[in-house]
């Protein structure tokens, strides 16, 4: 690609995974599941398991689109789902393959529309993330919010993305709109980092101006395994590393995706380009037939879900 250095085209096995009737949304994955959400009003639960055999083998209807799932393997009975500002909760003990109506509902737990729902690595919590700038804390225990996070230090512009810290340090950062990265504590105070524009030639513009460099709004933040580093992928089609402070450049559009995997960093652009990171270069590049919405990794299996209605596996980064 003009401008960037070349990085290998991969010779990756794609397959799909076919049961929604609208556009994929939302992913999320555990040891041996994947959970989607559409807006075709329903989330479905994929047995990843059985090589061969991946199919949706659970359905879950909500009404209207599903913004977030959320599932964990520690608490592997329950799936979450956000539509607009509620959030519903389903018990998977149940033995309906199709699950009609929510056992718990959250109903308009947000001031404003839900962008993602993420349990933390115990199942106690849930983070929600809206376009108000909070982020509230839901017990899975009690189903009640147990705290919200916001105020000065907190965002001023829509959360588009939250993520809590792998080990057994309590930190929950979020990214937002406001071009900032918040790092909260247990006791709701928050740390503001703030984005700069990146001012490279090559960066992402709105029309090929230097002077009209989109701003470095975050859409997308994923915590690395050790929990070192944290990488947000931002409106000026950088991905902004911190912990090691770094930037890396090889979108030619905003990065709507970020997501850490035992290949390496890996990040999706409205460039419709797909790329794996191997320090500050891409190791591999490839083109994406859609917008990417939301990606997830299970074993050794990239799920990448976009404005069609299946999900693409791609197999071949180890």
């Not at 997308?220 to 402070?245: C, Q, R």
């Amino acid at each position: 690609m003009a401008g960037y250095a070349a990085a290998e085209t991969p010779r990756l096995r794609r397959s799909h995974l076919r049961g929604h009737k609208d556009a994929v949304l939302c992913l999320c994955a555990d040891a041996s599941r994947l959970a989607s959400g559409g807006a075709d009003g329903s989330c479905r639960l994929w047995d990843l398991r059985c090589e061969g055999s991946r199919r949706s083998v659970r359905a879950a209807m909500v009404p209207g689109e599903v913004s977030s799932v959320a599932i964990s393997a520690a608490r592997e009975h329950m799936l979450l789902a956000a539509v607009g500002r509620t959030v519903y909760g389903f018990d998977l003990r149940s033995e309906k393959v199709v699950l009609q109506a929510a056992d718990k509902t959250l109903p308009e737990l947000a001031k404003d529309d839900i962008n993602q729902v993420a349990i933390d690595a115990g199942g106690h919590l849930a983070a929600v993330a809206e376009d108000s700038g909070a982020v509230h804390l839901v017990d899975l225990n009690t189903w009640r919010v147990d705290k919200t996070l916001a105020g000065k230090n907190g965002h001023v512009n829509i959360c588009s993305s939250v993520a809590w810290k792998p080990g057994r340090e309590w930190t929950l950062a979020s990214g937002g709109l406001d071009a900032a990265v918040v790092l909260w504590q247990r006791s709701g105070r928050g740390r503001k980092v703030q984005m700069q524009t990146d001012a490279e030639e090559e960066s992402a513009t709105s029309a090929g101006g230097a002077q009209l460099l989109n701003p470095p709004f975050v859409h997308s933040i994923a915590y690395s395994p050790d929990g070192e580093t944290l990488a947000a992928g931002l409106g000026d089609g950088t991905v902004a590393l911190l912990g090691p402070e770094q930037r890396l450049r090889g979108h030619l559009a905003a990065v709507a995706q970020v997501l850490y995997t035992p290949a390496g960093l890996v990040s999706a652009g409205n460039d419709r380009q797909v790329l794996l990171w191997s320090g500050p270069e891409p190791q591999l590049r490839w083109h994406h037939p859609e917008k990417v919405n939301w990606m997830a990794w299970h074993q050794n299996v990239l799920f990448v879900a976009d404005l069609g209605h299946s999900i693409t596996a791609y197999e071949g980064l180890l």
